[in-house]
């Protein structure tokens, strides 16, 4: 049989992860439509004989698929955002596991300290810049993605948590996979000290894509990743 998402026993399990109560991704929120679902494991890659690195949008920029990730389809996403699509460049946001259900119920999203619903303020991480630690001229009030998902995996965004599937245990990441309009956002170096390069497809110099504009980013993907602990 054909290696696709609807049969392949990772997408399986990450779906199952988001649905845990340690994600609480509640019905509705996923497509249950698995065609519109996208499995990036090494399996499923290798069967559909991908390459790695596609340009996307106007002007192309460099997309590179995350690899080892599968992706579940938002139902939040509105029918002519699909237009958009083939314009915008592609990015993506690693978060909490905490966050997730959060993000979905704002459809968007959120600036450090945006009240969510719910009236709760989204503090800044901490080891974050913040207003009080940050290099001059530095703002941190904007929505921060990033093409790199090697970036977007550092502990320091989509930090794991520990999950036992039934006797498994993995460590759980997830991230946002998001359109954005180009000309929306300004390009910025890493912020996580790091030394060594971080993805060979990316200059250390323009990990960040940041904007302060909320609709020029748009979520249209949740990714998973679990590793055999
Ligand atoms: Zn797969």
């Not at 890493?190 to 894509?209: C, M, R």
């Amino acid at each position: 049989m054909a290696q696709t998402n609807a049969n392949c026993p990772y997408h399986k399990i990450c779906r199952r992860f988001l649905k845990s109560e340690k994600v609480g991704v509640p019905d509705g929120a996923l497509r249950e439509d698995l065609r519109y679902d996208m499995c990036y494991c090494e399996k499923c890659h290798n069967h559909r004989g991908d390459r790695e690195v596609y340009p996307r949008g106007i002007p192309p920029t460099k997309y590179v698929l995350p690899l080892g990730w599968a992706r579940f389809s938002l139902r939040i996403l509105k029918h002519k955002l699909y237009s958009l699509a083939k314009d915008w460049h592609v990015a993506f946001h690693g978060t909490l596991v905490e966050k997730v259900v959060p993000i979905l119920d704002a459809g968007m999203l959120l600036c450090p300290e945006d009240v969510i619903l719910g009236g709760e303020e989204l503090s800044q991480r901490p080891g974050h810049f913040d207003e009080h630690r940050k290099p001059s001229n530095f703002d941190t009030l904007q929505i921060f993605v990033s093409p790199s998902i090697k970036y977007v995996e550092s502990r320091a965004y989509a930090s794991p948590i520990s999950w036992n599937d039934g006797g498994t245990r993995y460590q759980g990441r997830v991230a946002f996979q998001v359109w954005v309009r180009p000309g929306s956002y300004d390009v910025g170096p890493q912020t996580i000290g790091a030394t060594d390069p971080i993805d060979p497809e990316f200059d250390n110099d323009k990990l960040e894509w940041f904007t302060k504009e909320r609709p020029a980013v748009v979520l249209y993907g949740l990714l998973v990743k679990l590793d055999r602990q």
